[in-house]
């Protein structure tokens, strides 16, 4: 057997723990085999093609072709994965390429490539790198890529067929034949790691794996090139070092994801706190502090009475050594700028010797209660917002200067309260389907806490089946109505009645 009979050989049992192949009287691949490849692997500067290429099912085994490929190119001292667009264009994966999370799915592959190659060169040297890799920003876009040009021009001596409209690129050392028939040795090398991974989500994207088995494989191929992740660092730490770097913090997710959770574990570390929930009536005089009416016996009175800002400041001054905490819920739903008022610039860190000091509070004999550059240095501000909220006020890019931003992303949950299967389903739909900023909509965890199957279904049917329903008719999501409809079918026997 050849060099190149043994190489496309372990290829395709690779494709095919992956999925690649149906059962049935006559195996039948989910690919059309092209090889256009010298017997040794070698590169013949005068060929015009080297390659090794999966393509879509259906096309020809010659000629133009379309639709996206996972292809090999041999080269001299690198070889080149890639995810291909065919010389006729998208074809019938246009839809494919479009949908987002398929250029989520890349992209985080990117990513972990990109990591793994740092961890096997022992520094940050990306001369040293064993690979380097591109992914498009627009999967849509089967035009000539200025950058991904410039990396294949970094390979020029490799004689490696140019392809610069591809979305998806990884330049990696070529494997080490020699080793070829040593099975432990030969899977060792980069190459086939590298591979596998790319490999893998290329299957995912095609939804060849559908038994329990060949997803299995997918996830042990993406985990081979994945650091192992610090589990010592979690939520609740990564926003205790935010604010002690920069005392304003903002804790932004959709509903479910456990922003009030935090907040409420934040407060432990702080010997005192105020907490305030904005609203679109939410005024100036409600925050920072103003007159508000009261009945004295028959009469209606006017009293000045310190809002939760100034409250919260006061308290800091009074307790100069301990550190003090300022809660605003639902941040957005207020319009920031008439609600702040001058109190927006004392949430600018800067040098206070030359900053302007401001007046607020109350005036007595003609002075007002607090005179103030900037808020005390024992004040700490976290702030929650709703990203599912489509009726929420625009947050000025000046504010968000202001304030570090936190995502809470839903999450699975370790106990046996949690339904894991069906967050697992919600969370598929969301993560091919959805925009970035759909993304953000994806209802979180405590939605799939139930003490039982049948509270789980109530959940489904009068809790997420409502709320997916709202974001379709919102407009968000459409493409995927059809896997929340067969989701809901499967779950409670309904269907969303659009």
Same mark, same amino acid.
């Given at each position: =057997? &050849?060099?190149?009979?043994?190489?496309?050989?372990?290829?395709?049992?690779?494709?095919?723990?992956?999925?690649?192949?149906?059962?049935?009287?006559?195996?039948?691949?989910?690919?059309?085999?092209?090889?256009?490849?010298?017997?040794?692997?070698?590169? +013949?500067?005068?060929?015009?093609?080297?390659?090794?290429?999966?393509?879509?099912?259906?096309?020809?085994?010659?000629?133009?072709?379309?639709?996206?490929?996972?292809?090999?190119?041999?080269?001299?001292? /690198?070889?080149? *994965?890639?995810?291909?667009?065919?010389?006729?264009?998208?074809?019938?994966?246009?839809?494919?390429?479009?949908?987002?999370?398929?250029?989520?799915?890349? =992209? %985080?592959?990117?990513?972990?490539?990109?990591?793994?190659?740092?961890?096997?060169?022992?520094?940050?040297?990306?001369?040293?790198?064993?690979?380097?890799?591109?992914?498009?920003?627009?999967?849509?876009?089967? &035009?000539?890529?200025?950058?991904?040009?410039?990396?294949?021009?970094?390979?020029? !001596?490799?004689?490696?067929?140019?392809?610069?409209?591809?979305?998806?690129?990884?330049?990696?050392?070529?494997?080490?034949?020699?080793?070829?028939?040593?099975?432990?040795?030969?899977?060792?090398?980069?190459?086939?790691?590298?591979?596998?991974?790319?490999?893998?989500?290329? $299957?995912?994207?095609?939804?060849?794996?559908?038994? %329990?088995?060949?997803?299995?494989?997918?996830? !042990?191929?993406?985990? $081979?090139?994945?650091?192992?992740?610090?589990?010592?660092?979690?939520?609740?730490?990564?926003?205790?070092?935010?604010?002690?770097?920069?005392?304003?913090?903002?804790?932004?997710?959709?509903?479910?994801?456990?922003?009030?959770?935090?907040?409420?574990?934040?407060?432990?570390?702080?010997?005192?706190?105020?907490?305030?929930?904005?609203?679109?009536?939410?005024?100036?005089?409600?925050?920072?502090? @103003?007159?508000? #009416?009261?009945?004295?016996? !028959?009469?209606?009175?006017? %009293?000045?009475?310190? @809002?939760?800002?100034?409250?919260?400041?006061?308290?800091?001054?009074?307790?100069?050594?301990?550190?003090?905490?300022?809660?605003?819920?639902?941040?957005?739903? $207020?319009?920031?700028?008439?609600?702040?008022?001058?109190?927006?610039?004392?949430?600018?860190?800067?040098?206070?010797?030359?900053?302007?000091?401001?007046?607020?509070?109350?005036?007595?004999?003609?002075? #007002?209660?607090?005179?103030?550059?900037?808020?005390?240095?024992?004040?700490?501000?976290?702030?929650? =917002?709703?990203?599912?909220?489509? &009726?929420?006020?625009?947050? +000025?890019?000046?504010? %968000?200067?202001?304030?570090?931003?936190?995502?809470?992303?839903?999450?699975?949950?370790?106990?046996?309260?949690? /339904?894991?299967?069906?967050?697992?389903?919600?969370?598929?739909?969301?993560?091919?389907?959805?925009?970035?900023?759909?993304?953000?909509?994806?209802?979180?965890?405590?939605?799939? *806490?139930? +003490?039982?199957?049948?509270? =789980?279904?109530?959940?489904?049917?009068?809790?997420?089946?409502?709320?997916?329903?709202?974001?379709?008719?919102?407009?968000?999501?459409?493409?995927?109505?059809?896997?929340?409809?067969?989701?809901?079918?499967?779950?409670?026997?309904?269907?969303?009645?659009?």
């Amino acid at each position: =057997m &050849s060099k190149k009979e043994k190489f496309i050989n372990e290829m395709e049992k690779i494709l095919k723990d992956l999925g690649a192949q149906t059962r049935g009287k006559k195996s039948n691949k989910l690919y059309v085999l092209r090889k256009a490849v010298h017997e040794d692997l070698t590169v +013949d500067g005068e060929s015009k093609q080297n390659f090794i290429g999966f393509i879509r099912a259906g096309q020809a085994e010659s000629g133009p072709y379309a639709g996206l490929s996972l292809k090999v190119n041999p080269g001299i001292n /690198h070889y080149r *994965i890639s995810l291909d667009i065919g010389s006729l264009g998208f074809g019938d994966d246009y839809q494919l390429a479009a949908t987002p999370g398929v250029k989520r799915k890349f =992209m %985080r592959l990117q990513k972990d490539l990109m990591n793994y190659a740092k961890e096997k060169s022992s520094g940050n040297d990306a001369a040293n790198f064993p690979l380097k890799c591109f992914c498009a920003v627009d999967f849509t876009d089967d &035009s000539e890529k200025q950058y991904l040009k410039s990396l294949e021009a970094e390979y020029v !001596d490799d004689k490696i067929d140019s392809h610069t409209q591809d979305l998806f690129v990884v330049m990696v050392e070529k494997p080490n034949f020699d080793v070829m028939e040593n099975k432990q040795e030969w899977e060792k090398e980069i190459f086939w790691r590298v591979f596998k991974a790319v490999a893998a989500v290329y $299957a995912e994207v095609r939804n060849w794996p559908n038994t %329990r088995a060949q997803k299995k494989t997918a996830t !042990d191929y993406l985990e $081979a090139i994945c650091l192992k992740k610090d589990n010592t660092i979690d939520e609740i730490t990564e926003v205790k070092n935010l604010l002690e770097k920069r005392k304003y913090v903002v804790l932004q997710g959709a509903p479910g994801t456990g922003k009030t959770r935090l907040t409420g574990k934040l407060r432990s570390d702080f010997s005192d706190y105020v907490f305030t929930q904005f609203h679109a009536e939410t005024s100036y005089s409600d925050f920072i502090g @103003g007159y508000q #009416p009261s009945v004295l016996g !028959d009469n209606v009175v006017y %009293r000045y009475e310190n @809002g939760p800002l100034l409250q919260a400041i006061k308290k800091a001054q009074e307790k100069s050594n301990e550190k003090v905490l300022l809660i605003i819920d639902e941040i957005n739903r $207020a319009n920031l700028s008439n609600v702040l008022g001058e109190a927006f610039y004392l949430f600018e860190k800067s040098d206070e010797d030359t900053r302007a000091e401001i007046s607020l509070g109350k005036q007595t004999d003609g002075q #007002p209660e607090f005179r103030i550059k900037q808020l005390p240095e024992n004040l700490y501000v976290v702030a929650t =917002m709703n990203t599912s909220d489509r &009726s929420l006020a625009v947050v +000025d890019f000046a504010l %968000r200067r202001r304030f570090m931003w936190y995502t809470l992303f839903p999450q699975s949950l370790p106990n046996n309260t949690f /339904h894991l299967e069906q967050f697992n389903k919600i969370n598929e739909i969301f993560e091919m389907y959805a925009s970035s900023e759909e993304l953000l909509l994806q209802p979180g965890q405590s939605y799939f *806490i139930a +003490d039982s199957e049948e509270e =789980m279904k109530e959940r489904i049917e009068y809790e997420l089946l409502p709320l997916i329903k709202e974001y379709l008719n919102l407009g968000f999501l459409t493409n995927a109505a059809d896997h929340f409809n067969q989701f809901f079918i499967e779950e409670i026997d309904q269907t969303i009645d659009l």
